[in-house]
């Protein structure tokens, strides 16, 4: 069986630009939680989508949305991206929302750098 | 927010030397769960804990939970090359907007052969 699929493994913007970040979760799994990892942190939770709806949204500004689609796949959207936006974007699949105890399982990540 | 605290940082220990981080938080949790990330990868589950003093061996790996459920351990016996990378825990609260997974600063362990 598959693992979390995301794209692109790498990406370069500039400034100001808009970027999608895609990830794909395990078959059956139907929770998708976002996470951004700055080098030498801890991943920091972002968004967490369960069967279509938005279940829980971390500290991040406006800038960040995300949506999750009817085959749960999702979407991370950044607008007017920032130098400090720049870091490794990790997707989690897991089979419930992280508040029912279900451990999770990451993709690879995007890295993002923003120039 | 939730915070969860990681300490060390930093661990560098000879091989056959045991290696332990620790997790602590302000607040009660409702479970812990502990992920690997090696270098250039990404996090790895480990395994959850539940239970207030719940203790769970994964081979050299020991695992605890405290008794108030605010803290949590990482026991290594022996470390192996193969241990190499950076342990965090990750904790979910108790209640309301705490119930996102929050993540440690993690505790990068380096082994020397």
């Known amino acids: 069986d598959a693992g979390v699929t995301q794209s692109p493994t790498h990406l370069i913007k500039t400034r100001g630009q808009h970027v999608t970040l895609r990830c794909s979760p395990i078959?059956?799994?139907?929770?998708v939680s976002w996470y951004q990892q700055v080098l030498g942190q801890g991943p920091q939770f972002i968004f967490q989508y369960y069967e279509k709806e938005e279940r829980g949204r971390g500290n991040f500004p406006d800038r960040f949305s995300a949506r999750q689609f009817p085959n749960y796949s999702s979407e991370l959207n950044v607008n007017a991206l920032l130098l400090g936006d720049s870091a490794l974007y990790l997707c989690?699949?897991?089979?419930?929302?992280?508040?029912?105890?279900?451990?999770?399982?990451f993709g690879p990540g995007t890295r993002l750098t923003v120039t | 927010g939730q915070q969860v605290m990681q300490i060390p940082q930093y661990q560098h220990v000879q091989e056959g030397e045991d290696f332990t981080t620790y997790c602590n938080s302000s607040?009660?949790?409702?479970?812990i769960q502990w992920y690997k990330q090696r270098p250039g990868g990404h996090p790895v589950f480990l395994i959850q804990?539940?239970?207030?003093?719940e203790v769970k061996k994964q081979k050299r790996l020991t695992f605890q939970f405290g008794e108030a459920k605010k803290n949590s351990s990482l026991h290594i016996t022996a470390t192996q090359t193969t241990d190499v990378g950076t342990y965090f825990c990750?904790?979910?609260?108790?209640?309301?907007?705490?119930?996102?997974?929050?993540f440690g600063s993690g505790t990068q362990l380096t082994v020397l052969p």
């Open positions: 990750a904790a979910t609260g108790s209640s309301g907007s705490a119930r996102q997974l929050t």
């Open positions: 804990l539940v239970k207030s003093g």
């Open positions: 078959s059956g799994h139907k929770s």
């Open positions: 607040t009660t949790l409702s479970n």
């Open positions: 989690a699949s897991s089979l419930a929302y992280a508040g029912a105890n279900y451990e999770q399982y």
